[in-house]
C-alpha cells in the first residue's frame, strides 16, 4: 500500500490479485464533511469530533482498474480520470 498524491487530492494505492491470478490497481480516499482523508486512523476521530457539532455526511472513493497490460498503464488511467474528475466528484458527494 502506498499514498498517491494528485493536485489537490490523495489517495490510498492497493493493488489487489483475484483468484485468477488478475491484478487491479484500486486508489480510495474518504471525504468527511467536505474534507478529505487518505488514511483510515486519522479520519475517524475527525469525524467523530465533527458529528458532536453538527451532523456531517461521510463517503469513501474507490476507483479501481486492471492492470493491463501493466499497473503502470493503470495508474496513469486513473490518474488522467483523477485530473479530469476528481473536484466533480467530490463536489457530487456533498450532503444529500
Not at 458529528?51 to 499497473?71: E, H, I, N, Q
Request: charged share 20%; aromatic share 12%.
Amino acid at each position: 500500500m502506498t499514498r498517491e498524491v494528485l493536485g489537490d487530492y490523495g489517495y490510498w494505492e492497493v493493488v489487489a490479485v483475484d483468484n485468477d491470478g488478475r491484478r487491479r490497481v484500486i486508489w480510495s480516499m474518504y471525504d468527511i464533511g467536505g474534507r478529505t482523508f487518505v488514511i483510515p486512523i486519522i479520519s475517524q476521530p475527525w469525524y467523530g469530533l465533527r458529528a458532536l457539532t453538527v451532523p456531517r455526511y461521510s463517503v469513501l472513493f474507490a476507483l479501481k482498474v486492471a492492470c493491463v497490460p501493466s499497473c503502470a498503464e493503470g495508474r496513469s488511467t486513473l490518474g488522467d480520470f483523477v485530473h479530469k474528475m476528481g473536484s466533480a466528484l467530490v463536489a457530487a458527494a456533498g450532503p444529500v
